[in-house]
């Protein structure tokens, strides 16, 4: 790797009962991060975020989406997917952000797992042991409501001041008993009351 990684962390949950009701299948949640130096900190205000982009996030995306889609069981079994970043302290979102909203970074998970959908996210800037979202949607299909799901964790000794968290995320299925419908039911729901039908 061109590009130093203090640690990888793996998180998995697994759902077995929701509300009260077993689900008819697990639903398997998996993350992994990458906690590495922020090559920005320290710098000061950095005009041209873009030669540390290129050196780090296209191999950096790489190993973190063979790392999870081995944890997960395969690419085949994701259905739901996401990321997110975290810088720590002495840095900006806009680092966070840096390596995770480029193609560089992002297409070798959507190529893996031949996604329509864009990779929904989060970033911002937090300490030691700060909440990580990791939202997700299906896919294919950004209407699919059922998919939308996400895993939250934490990692007691990251982001130390002078680093970024940047996270994958997927899941084998969305969340256990879904029944609020999806974009394409309220839209036509909608359509009807307009048209006087409901």
């Known amino acids: ?7 990888f962390v793996t998180y998995s949950d ?8 077993a689900a ?8 992994v991060a990458a906690i590495l130096p922020n090559p920005w900190a320290g710098r000061g205000f950095v005009e ?22 081995k944890a997960i069981g395969g690419a085949e079994r994701i259905e739901a997917y996401g990321k997110a970043a975290v810088v720590g302290a002495n840095g900006e979102v806009e680092h966070a952000s840096a390596l995770i909203h480029t193609l560089r970074f992002g297409n070798h998970y959507r190529r893996a797992v031949d996604a329509k ?3 929904s996210f989060t970033n911002k800037r937090g300490g030691l042991g700060t909440s990580i979202q990791v ?4 896919k294919d299909d950004e209407g699919l409501r059922s998919h939308y799901i996400t895993a939250e964790f934490s990692i007691s000794d990251a982001p130390l001041a002078d680093e970024i968290v940047v996270v994958l995320g997927a899941a084998d299925g969305g969340r256990a008993h879904p029944r609020i419908g999806n974009r394409y039911l309220d839209l036509e729901a909608i359509a009807a009351e307009e ?3 409901a």
């Open 135 to 138: 939202p997700m949607m299906h």
């Open 195 to 197: 048209r006087g039908e």
């Open 1 to 7: 790797m061109p590009f130093t990684v203090r640690k």
């Open 24 to 31: 008819d299948t697990p639903i398997m949640m998996v993350c």
């Open 48 to 69: 041209d975020l873009s030669p540390e982009i290129k050196a780090i996030a296209s191999d950096l995306g790489a190993e973190m989406v063979a790392r999870l889609t």
């Open 14 to 21: 697994e759902t077995l009962i929701e509300g009260g009701r």
């Open 117 to 119: 959908s864009y990779l």
